[in-house]
């Protein structure tokens, strides 16, 4: 099913570029790196870039790509032939051209480029950053407009001060290495006098607004609880002397400033957080306009680990859609989903019938029940993607 109706809310995803490229290739009879070499990288100079297309193939001066565990460095074998959304071999030289190519075009020209920078609007009206191939941001009063990539143990990012004609290219094949947080450090470095630095947050209480709203202090006890933005990602409101707060991953201790009835502020994060009731007038959501985006997060109810009996969760799981099958087994009074080429995955109780995992691509999975209360199935989320249904087979 749909992660959400189109144009409700905005997540990245590669199948859009993977069907780009397949459109390329059938309207100009040529394979997709075929076409990419012959008018994009040729014009350009970019003689040591290549879409690589077949993973068999050898390709002379290549960087392998590794990651780290416990027992040091291991290769990262990329084994995929997938373009479109990635597999680009270039070099830092080659992709300059690239960025020069904005200021002194030799292929496209500057309306396509104007193009490319015009960002996504939701359904609701909101813009989001993320334009046509590329993020498009404001830091720190600077315009950047960029995009970073990762695939087996390459990391990479691009990012264009286009005000400035400055520019910060990364390519790594090391798996740990954070090309964003390095990025912001050159740029904080090369251009630090033309920043407008912005206010941080800061773990302390907000001080008073002379124009803060004071109403029934006792409405912001509905309000206290947990709320999550994403699998993993939750938001705590506390409250303390007649005041609430919000504390989040990255996110200190910090007070809320209100300015209605269910209407709050951090006025250091230009964020407002809007408390939503359903029909019976209980609190379940916020509403958060953070940088001119529209979030939600649902209320997670209280959960009482104590009475999870794993033996409710045994059997196979099969997806139809993926054409795979997860087994969930009960080892020393924990659930574990076991997978055929994963192995023993474990999982964490974190609401009624619900459980997290230490995966990206299995962040979440929340198992289903008829009418006479037994588990006929489960649903998968994590990663890009959401409910993945799986039906119990035995």
């Not at 600077?142 to 286009?162: E, K």
Request: contains cysteine; hydrophobic residues 35%; aromatic residues 12%.
């Amino acid at each position: 099913e749909l992660n959400f109706p189109p144009g409700n809310e905005y997540r990245y995803s590669n199948t859009n570029y993977s069907l780009l490229a397949e459109v390329v290739a059938r309207i100009s009879g040529q394979s997709f790196s075929g076409f990419a070499d012959e008018y994009i990288f040729k014009p350009l100079g970019m003689h040591n870039t290549l879409v690589y297309d077949n993973y068999e193939r050898i390709v002379s001066n290549l960087a392998n790509s590794y990651y780290q565990d416990n027992n040091g460095y291991k290769k990262n074998v990329l084994t995929s032939s997938g373009v479109g959304s990635s597999n680009i071999f270039t070099t830092i030289e080659d992709l300059s051209l690239w960025t020069l190519n904005f200021e002194n075009p030799v292929v496209g020209n500057v309306s396509l480029f104007e193009k490319m920078n015009e960002c996504g609007t939701l359904n609701n009206g909101e813009k989001i950053t993320y334009a046509l191939g590329q993020d498009v941001i404001k830091f720190k009063g600077v315009t950047i407009i960029n995009h970073n990539g990762a695939v087996a143990g390459y990391r990479s990012m691009l990012a264009r001060f286009p005000e400035q004609k400055f520019s910060i290219i990364l390519l790594s094949n090391n798996a740990s290495f954070d090309p964003q947080s390095a990025a912001i450090k050159i740029s904080e470095l090369y251009l630090k006098s033309q920043f407008v630095e912005e206010t941080t947050t800061e773990a302390q209480p907000v001080s008073a607004n002379e124009n803060e709203y004071t109403g029934n202090p006792e409405l912001l006890a509905k309000y206290v609880g947990k709320y999550e933005l994403r699998p993993e990602f939750i938001i705590n409101i506390t409250a303390d002397n007649k005041k609430l707060f919000v504390e989040a991953h990255e996110v200190p201790l910090t007070r809320l400033v209100q300015i209605s009835p269910n209407e709050f502020t951090i006025p250091a994060m230009h964020a407002k957080l809007t408390f939503a009731a359903d029909n019976s007038g209980e609190v379940n959501q916020i509403m958060i306009l953070l940088n001119d985006q529209q979030m939600s997060a649902r209320r997670v109810t209280t959960f009482d680990p104590s009475y999870f009996n794993p033996d409710d969760y045994k059997g196979s799981f099969f997806s139809p859609e993926l054409c795979t099958v997860y087994s969930f087994v009960s080892k020393e009074g924990k659930l574990i989903a076991r997978h055929a080429r994963l192995g023993d995955i474990a999982m964490t109780p974190v609401n009624s019938d619900q459980f997290s995992t230490g995966h990206w691509f299995l962040k979440r999975i929340e198992f289903t029940r008829d009418e006479k209360n037994n588990v006929t199935g489960c649903i998968a989320s994590g990663g890009r993607i959401t409910n993945i249904r799986f039906e119990k087979i035995e």
